[in-house]
C-alpha cells in the first residue's frame, strides 16, 4: 500500500462488513494464511454467484485475485507513521513483531544476555545490565 502505509505503519482496525464498504476504503482482509489492508475497488459476483470482492494496493498495477465477502475482517480508521526503535529492541515487520522475535524474546528472559551486551573482565565475562 506503499504511499499510504509504509512498512512499519501501525493501523487501526475497526468492524465492518462486505456490505458497507464503499470504493476507496482501505479494508484489512485475509487471503490465504496472509493478512492484507488494501483499497476496495468493487463487488463482483464469483463463477459459482457468490459476492465477491476487489481490492487492489496502491502501488499495483493490477487488482488483487478477488475476495470472498467473509474474508473481510475490518475498515482501516487510523494510519499510524512508522516509530523510530531502539536498537536490539526488535524491528517490526509491517507494524507487527514477528511471531518468531515474539518466541525469541519469551526464551530469552533468564538466559544469558547477547554478545554484543557482553565484556570481557580478567578473562571472565560478565554482562552488562
Request: hydrophobic share 45%.
Amino acid at each position: 500500500m506503499t504511499p499510504t502505509i509504509v512498512s512499519g505503519s501501525e493501523i487501526v482496525v475497526g468492524a465492518t462488513s462486505a456490505e458497507t464498504l464503499a470504493p476507496d476504503d482501505i479494508a484489512l482482509f485475509a487471503l490465504g494464511a496472509r493478512l492484507f489492508a488494501h483499497r476496495f475497488v468493487g463487488r463482483r459476483h464469483g463463477k459459482d454467484g457468490r459476492p465477491v470482492l476487489e481490492f487492489c494496493g496502491d502501488a499495483a498495477v493490477k487488482s488483487d485475485p478477488l475476495v470472498d465477502a467473509g474474508a473481510v475482517i475490518g475498515l482501516v480508521l487510523k494510519i499510524e507513521p512508522p516509530r523510530p526503535r531502539a536498537p536490539g529492541r526488535g524491528w517490526a515487520v509491517g507494524g507487527i513483531a514477528t511471531v518468531a522475535d515474539a518466541l525469541a524474546r519469551a526464551f530469552m528472559r533468564g538466559s544469558s544476555p547477547p554478545r554484543w551486551q557482553r565484556h570481557e573482565t580478567n578473562g571472565l565475562t560478565a554482562a552488562r545490565r
